[in-house]
């Protein structure tokens, strides 16, 4: 009786000890191609990683003009009070886990972004990239060999589309401006659950 006992705890163990070598050795083949083939993952910074409701706001209160130097350097140094969406954040982090380059493009000035792009540094070390003009998107989705684009606005999916990447829209939060937003309507892939942020 003891030991049929021992011997279903170490057969259980041992099958425990299996599956987990089976996924370490699934984990590994799948960072090994995606990491050969440099394959990248990248991401509209306002409204499809994080919600910039709150600092666009704060930008626009105390900058004299919505476009010049002192709202971009506001906009850029209020990366405190913008808030990550979950499921994006997590996907983010998910597939630096699993090898995929992780490129985000802020759509902003780059005056005194060195802040936001050093808030950054563990997610993207070396991809963080500010992209002022909207259309010029699809230049930086051409430069690397990136597979998915996670955008919130129709201007990100139809530049995803003209660089060859594959779209996801990722959902507005309610607090954002729906302008150039219409989910599903260019036959995108909608990601669900995208619109909560922390």
Not at 78 to 101: H, M, T, V
Not at 162 to 176: D, E, F, L, N, T
Request: net charge positive.
């Amino acid at each position: 009786m003891v030991l049929k006992d021992v011997r279903a705890k170490v057969e259980k163990g041992w099958t425990t000890t299996k599956k987990i070598l089976a996924t370490l050795s699934a984990w590994s083949l799948i960072y090994l191609v995606v990491t050969t083939a440099r394959l990248g993952v990248a991401y509209g910074y306002d409204g499809a990683l994080v919600d910039s409701a709150a600092s666009r706001a704060k930008a626009a209160r105390v900058a004299s003009g919505p476009a010049g130097p002192q709202y971009w350097t506001v906009l850029n140094n209020s990366y405190d009070i913008e808030s990550p969406k979950l499921f994006p954040y997590a996907l983010a982090w998910a597939f630096r886990g699993l090898g995929f380059r992780v490129m985000i493009v802020a759509d902003r000035e780059p005056t005194a972004g060195e802040a936001l792009k050093k808030e950054w540094r563990y997610l993207c070390p070396h991809n963080f990239v500010f992209s002022p003009e909207p259309d010029s998107t699809h230049i930086r989705l051409q430069d690397g060999r990136w597979v998915l684009f996670f955008g919130a606005s129709d201007s990100d999916i139809r530049q995803a589309r003209k660089a060859g990447v594959y779209p996801v829209r990722v959902k507005r939060s309610r607090r954002s401006a729906d302008e150039d937003y219409h989910p599903g309507s260019l036959g995108e892939l909608v990601l669900p659950l995208s619109n909560f942020a922390v």
